[in-house]
């Protein structure tokens, strides 16, 4: 008996490692069969978001670089990947500095974002001066009266005024945007006790426009709605804005006639439909 047994012993776990061997080749067989798509899915998944992944940015403004402002604000973008990018965040970001007639972002081999934009690159540079309450000038006081030898003159008067308050620097456009701006001296002061309209901003953009266009300018200088018009040896002249561009044009083609009007003037008024010479 013990002899048969030792027999049995002897055959039976070679069959069983057989058995078992086959049943982990099969176990391996059917895993690696479904496992296998899921692991090449990880790594194309993996390789599309890196080829995705902006490392570098082609910006153009009117068919030039862009400016070091505009490139700043697409810099927040590397890293990220192009499908999820908020196009509509980015260019929100970049109006603020630069007013955009037309935008377009698309995706470029190497990683790259490609930006073009279009828009209006002429604006005035301008000190603005934020206060709680507009001076009271001399000529305002004396409103009555043609007499001019009292007073100083407004636009001297203001520059006075505007050495001892803080400034803060803007660009304004002729849309009517008003955005920020690097440091720097500007002939155009802005004084302010709120934030202009956008058709404040557009009608001053447009009387710099048209005043350098006929005077010889020191200065402009701008309290709530009236413009100050700084000029060399000559009389101040005051605008209202907005403006009537016409009436406006035809005055200043006539300013030095008005000038001799009255001797030793100081101010020509153009607020009103005759000019008032003080």
């Known amino acids: 008996m013990l002899q048969r047994r030792s027999q049995r012993l002897s055959v039976n776990p070679s069959k069983k490692i057989g058995r078992r061997l086959k049943v ?14 899921a692991f090449f899915s990880i790594i194309l998944l993996v390789l599309a978001y890196s080829f995705f992944t902006i490392k570098k940015i082609d910006c153009s403004l009117n068919n030039l670089p862009c400016t070091p402002e505009i490139v700043e604000k697409l810099n927040s973008a590397i890293g990220s990947n192009s499908i999820f990018v908020n196009q509509k965040k980015l260019i929100d970001s970049i109006k603020l500095i630069q007013p955009l007639e037309k935008h377009n972002i698309g995706f470029k081999m190497l990683n790259t974002l490609d930006v073009k934009l279009v ?17 009271v000038l001399t000529f305002d006081t004396d409103r009555g009266s ?15 005024y505007l050495k001892e308050n803080d400034r803060t620097y803007f660009e304004i456009w002729e849309n009517g945007t008003l955005t920020p701006s690097a440091s720097g001296s500007a002939s155009i002061k802005l004084v302010i006790n ?62 030095k006639n008005l000038a001799t009007i009255k001797k030793d003037a100081k101010v020509i008024d153009l607020r009103f439909k005759n000019p008032i010479i003080r």
């Open 24 to 37: 982990l080749i099969d176990w391996i067989r059917v895993r690696g069969i479904s496992i296998l798509p």
């Open 119 to 135: 828009g209006n690159t002429n604006s005035h540079q301008v000190e603005v001066f934020f206060v709680k309450d507009f001076p």
């Open 146 to 160: 043609t007499i001019s030898s009292d007073w100083i003159r407004p636009s001297q008067e203001l520059s006075l």
């Open 194 to 255: 709120e934030k202009p309209t956008a058709q404040t901003v557009s009608s001053l953009y447009n009387l710099v426009r048209v005043s350098h266009k006929y005077l010889d300018l020191q200065e402009i200088i701008v309290l709530g709605n009236r413009v100050f018009l700084r000029q060399l040896d000559q009389p101040d002249i005051i605008v209202n804005i907005p403006f009537d561009e016409a009436i406006v044009t035809e005055a200043f083609q006539s300013i």
